[in-house]
C-alpha cells in the first residue's frame, strides 16, 4: 500500500507563498522522490501579491513594492543578482542614486526655499528618527535637547507613546530654543516658523508612506527600535521585482499554483475526516489539507475575523483575534503622471521636471490656496522616476490614498496640475532667487495617469503593517504562531500556518520579511516530517 503523502496547501501567491513552496519542492527534489502533496491557491490573475512590476509611458514601474531595503545580506538582493535582474536596457524606476542634493524644496505659492531654512529641520527629523530607531546619533553643540529625556517626558511615558507625539514634542522644544533668529523676507505671507513646522509636516508625511501609518500618532514609539535595516544602499530591481516571484515560481511544476480560486471559508479542527482542514471556494469547489499555509494579508485577516464574517470555522482563539486586531495595517498608493513630452516653455521643448519637493500650509490654514486638492496636501513631494523622465511619482497615505482610489482620471489630472502650477516649478531649476517664481508663466501638462489600488482591492485590503500604538512586536510574533496550539486535545498539530510581512517581528511591512516568514513555515513543516536534514 502507498503511503499518503501530507497535503499541504499554501493561500496566497506573493512572496511568502511562493517562497514556502519552492521550499518545500525543493527539499523534494532533493530527496529524490514527493515529500508532499504541494498546492498553490491564488484568489487573483496573476502571481506576486503585493509585488506586482508594471509598464507606463515605456518605463518599468513598481505598482507595489518598489525597494531592496539595503543590499548587505537582503536574500532578495541576492536572487536579483543571481537572475540577472539588476541591469536592463529599459528605463526603471529610481534607476538615479539620488541624495538631498537632487532635491528641489518650494513652499506653496511658489517659494523656492534656502537650505539654510530647510537643512537643520531636515536634520532635526532625521536625528529624532535615528534616535527612535536606536541608531547611534551624533551629540554635537547643534543638539538642542537630549532625546531621551524628551521621550521620558511626553505624559504617559515611553511604555504608550507614539512616533507622532514623541517628534511633535521634539519639534516644539526645538522651536522653543530658537532665540535671536532672524525672521525670513520675500516669502509672501511664510514666517520662519511657519516654513519651519511645515518642512516638519513635509518630513512626517514621508514617513507615514514609509510605514503605512494614516496618523504617526497610531505609531508605536518603542516598537520602532526592534525593526531592522540591512546595511547598505537600498535600491529598485531593474527587470522589476516581479523577476524575483517569476524565478520563484519557474521552479515548480505546471498547475501547482491555482489562478481564480479565491478562499471563503477555512473549517478546520474537523473531526472524523482523513484531512483536518477544508478549504471553501468561490467557485463552489472545495479542498481538503492536512496543513494551510496562510499568507494573506494583515487587512484580509482583519476582515476575516470580524463577527459573523465566518472565514474561520471555528472561529481563531482569542489570543490570536487580539494580535490581529492590535496591529496597524494601513493605506499607501502611488500614483504615476506623464508630462506631455512635446510641451513648450519659453520656445524650448521641457524635458527636465525637478526633483520636487512640497512645503503646504496646514489643512486648516486660512493661507491655503483653495485651488489645491485636500488629497494633495499631505504629499510630501512630485518627483520624475528617474533622471530626465517625462513620468513623474507621488505617494499617498491614510485617507488621501483611499481618496485617490475614488477619483477618475481627469480627476486625479485636475488636481496634480494645480498643485504643480502653486508651485510654478517650470523655471525654478534656472532661477537663482528665493522669491516669489508665480508669474512665470506656462503651467505643466499631464497627459495620462496610473495609480495604484491597494486599499479597495479586496484581496489586500491595504498596503502593509505597523505596530500600532497599544500593540507591540510579541503581537507579531503571536500572529506567527501556528493553529492548533501543542497539547489541544490530541488534535492533530500544525493545521494552520501564518506567514506574511506581517508576521515578521523585525523585519515587518517588506518585502524580505515576507520571504523569511515563508521560509520559516516551510522550515515548520520540514522539521515537523523530520526532513530537516534534507
Known sequence: MVARKPRIVIIGAGMAGLTAVHKLYTCSAAAGTELFDLTVVEGGARIGGRIHTSEFAGDRIEMGATWIHGIGGSPLHKIAEEINSLESK???????ELNDEHFLTVAEGGFKLNPSIVDPICTLFNKLMK???SEKISEDKDTVFDCSKLAASI???IEKLSIGSYLRKGLHSYLGSETDVEEVKGYGNWTRKLLEEAIFRMHENTQRTYTSACDLLTLDYKAESEYRMFPGK???IAKGYSSIIESLASALPPNMIQLGKKVTKIEWQLQGSSRPVKLH???????TADHVIITVSLGVLKAGIEENSGFFDPPLPSFKTEAISRLGFGFVNKLFAELDSTQQVDSQKFNKFPFLQMVFHPPGSELKNRKIPWWMRRTASVCPIYYNSNVVLSWFAGEEALELETLNDEEIISGISSTVSNFSIHKLWNSNSQGNLNSMGNEF???KVLKSQWGTDPLFLGSYSYVAVGSSGEDLDTLAEPL??????GSPRLQILFAGEATHRTHYSTTHGAYFSGIREANRLLQHYNYAGV
Do not use: R
Open 445 to 447: 501638462k499631464f497627459t
Open 131 to 133: 534616535f527612535a530607531q
Open 90 to 96: 529599459q528605463p526603471w524606476e529610481c534607476m538615479d
Open 281 to 287: 471556494f468561490s467557485d463552489g469547489s472545495i479542498l
Open 155 to 157: 505624559n504617559g511615558g
Open 234 to 236: 537600498e535600491i529598485t
Open 484 to 489: 492548533p496550539i501543542l497539547n489541544n486535545h
